[in-house]
């Protein structure tokens, strides 16, 4: 009998559903596109505070197509476009 696929291990913020939560691994801005320079939407994500080891839960999701998401970081809640949410990778929390 064929054993069914994995379910698939949200990898970055952008792949989270309203009510998950999370830990920021790491921010990577490779492949992401953005209106912004090189290295400028890492540094305005760490401003916001999506720092390394930060606890994330997303609070909110936009109409329609889920954008923007509203997410709480640690004590504060920011609203963050799914593409820029793509550089926060994340490790999900149970």
């Known amino acids: 009998m064929p054993s ?3 379910p ?4 970055s913020l952008a792949d989270l559903r ?3 939560r999370a ?3 790491a921010l990577d801005e490779t492949g992401v596109a953005t209106p ?3 290295g400028q939407l890492e540094r305005r994500l760490i401003e916001m505070g ?3 080891g930060a606890q994330l839960e997303v609070m ?3 109409f329609p197509g889920h954008d923007p998401i509203a997410v709480r970081v640690d004590e504060h809640v920011l609203a963050l476009r799914r593409n820029e949410a ?3 990778r994340i490790a999900p929390l149970a």
Do not use: D, I
Request: charged share 20%; proline share 8%; no cysteine.
């Open 18 to 20: 309203k009510g998950q």
């Open 23 to 25: 830990s920021v691994t």
């Open 36 to 38: 912004f320079a090189a």
């Open 60 to 62: 909110h999701e936009g």
């Open 4 to 6: 069914s696929p994995a």
């Open 86 to 88: 793509r550089a926060v």
């Open 50 to 52: 999506l720092v390394e």
């Open 8 to 11: 698939r291990v949200p990898t």
